[in-house]
Structures are given as C-alpha cells and as structure tokens.
Nanobody
C-alpha cells in the first residue's frame, strides 16, 4: 500500500517560519498531484496549496505570498515553506497526493497523511 508521512510541524512564534515535508512511499506507484490542506479545531479542512507536479501551483488567498510549495518528483516529496506565520495559521496540516497504482489499473486515487501540528503562539 501507499503511505504519506508528514513532518516539520511544531511550535513557532508569530512571524517565524516552518518547513513541512511529505513523503509518499510504497510499492509500484506513481504520483500525480500533491498538496497541503489544514484544519483548525472546530473548522472544516481547507486547501493551502497544491500542484499537479508540472510547474503549476495554486494557493489559498490567506497565504498571501507567505507560503511556498515545492516538489521533488524523484523523491515523491512535497514541501511547504511557511514564512511570516500568524496565530490563525495554527492547525493540523495534512499532505495529500493523487496516486496511480498498477494494481488498481492506474486509476487515480487520493491519499492523505496523518497530519502534522503547527502551532503559532508567543
């Protein structure tokens, strides 16, 4: 099976930075789109940034140039560089990937990681 593992979350002061990473691992698969979502307590999960892996990146409005998504296709890894963090950025951040598997006839399937906690507080 395919697994997504996020890392890089933690506690940071307002105005600080964090870099999240997500690695897809498993057997006999390929990755199309990858991205990041987040969910704060009592709120719905929302898109942060995503990319199909060919240079296009879409960002949520609340990012406002503070976050940057990058990807290493050879490593099946996606990163989220977060700068100028605000308290309202506090949430669990989830990695997602659209994955093709030989054993499912290369039908794209969305996978989700377990999430990594980001807390912005003084």
């Amino acid at each position: 099976q395919v697994q997504l593992v996020e890392s890089g979350g933690g506690l940071v002061q307002p105005g600080g930075s964090l870099r999240l990473s997500c690695v897809a691992s498993g057997s006999e698969f390929s990755v199309n789109a990858m991205g990041w979502y987040r969910q704060a307590p009592g709120k719905q999960r929302e898109l942060v940034a995503s990319t199909p892996g060919r240079g296009n990146v879409v960002y949520a409005d609340f990012v406002k140039g503070r976050f940057t998504l990058s990807r290493d296709n050879a490593k099946n890894t996606v990163y989220l560089q977060m700068n100028s963090l605000k308290p309202e950025d506090t949430a669990v951040y989830y990695c997602t990937a659209q994955i093709l598997r030989r054993y499912s006839a290369y039908v794209p399937v969305d996978y989700w990681g377990q999430g990594t906690q980001v807390t912005v507080s003084s």
